[in-house]
């Protein structure tokens, strides 16, 4: 069992920076791929990025490519999405996951992934 605990939205305007941060507790040892998942109200969960935990390969959506950049610090068990240049379409409830087991395709699919954090909200005004 892994529990995740997300932290670090806010409000911010447009042109901004935030870090959210996912600290996983438990077993996080099989952990293969860990990401950030978005859902802004009406819209699909959509993938925002995914790394590869023990090879650090990472995957981003076009969307965010060049402004977002996801990592890790193994010694923490705490995964980081450093947000830059936000814009108001950026507004989403983020979300973190992890999953067991070999396997970190992209675009990923939220069935992949067995443990999510409870979400923390982001909202860039314009």
């Known amino acids: 069992q892994v529990q995740l605990v997300e932290s670090g939205g806010g409000s911010v305007q447009a042109g901004g920076s935030l870090r959210l941060s996912c600290a996983a507790y438990?077993?996080?040892?099989?952990?293969?791929?860990m990401g950030w998942f978005r859902q802004a109200p009406g819209k699909e969960r959509e993938g925002v990025a995914t790394i590869v935990t023990g090879g650090g390969s990472t995957y981003y959506a076009d969307s965010v490519k060049g402004r977002f950049t996801i990592s890790q610090d193994n010694a923490k068990n705490t995964l980081y999405l450093q947000m830059n240049s936000l814009k108001p379409e950026d507004t989403a409830m983020y979300y973190c996951a992890a999953r067991y087991g070999f396997g970190c395709r992209w675009p990923p699919a939220s069935a992949d992934f067995g443990y999510w954090g409870q979400g923390t909200q982001v909202t860039v005004s314009s």
């Open positions: 438990g077993y996080t040892y099989n952990i293969y791929c």
